[in-house]
């Protein structure tokens, strides 16, 4: 849609009769982007992480986060980070 309403923003200074189009082209790609947004929403509403996954994945970041000084944090430390990273999500 975006596209198209470009291509017609293009022609306004020739075509000033097509300013109706192109704010109808507007109109409609908010309302897509919208509805878009919303079923978004409630996609992550009901999305639940697998913990297991959620693990792997909080696991992978930290690594990510910390590079070359992840293999310094003890078994009980990551334990308590990614206790204290699933609080968090619980408390949304």
């Known amino acids: 849609m975006r596209a ?8 306004l200074a020739a075509l000033p009769e097509a300013e109706a189009c192109y704010r ?14 919303m079923l ?6 009901s999305w639940l992480p697998d913990s297991e996954v959620g693990a ?8 990510q986060a910390l590079g070359e000084h992840y293999n ?10 990614q206790s204290a990273a699933i ?3 619980d408390d949304d």
Request: hydrophobic share 55%; proline share 0%; aromatic share 6%.
């Open 24 to 37: 109808a082209l507007r109109q409609a790609e908010l309302a897509a982007e919208q509805l878009e947004l």
């Open 4 to 11: 198209v309403r470009f291509r017609v923003r293009e022609r």
């Open 56 to 63: 792997a994945l909080f696991r992978h970041n930290l690594q």
């Open 72 to 81: 310094r944090v003890s078994g009980v430390l990551l334990l308590q980070l």
């Open 87 to 89: 609080a968090l999500l």
């Open 40 to 45: 978004l929403w409630q996609d992550g509403q």
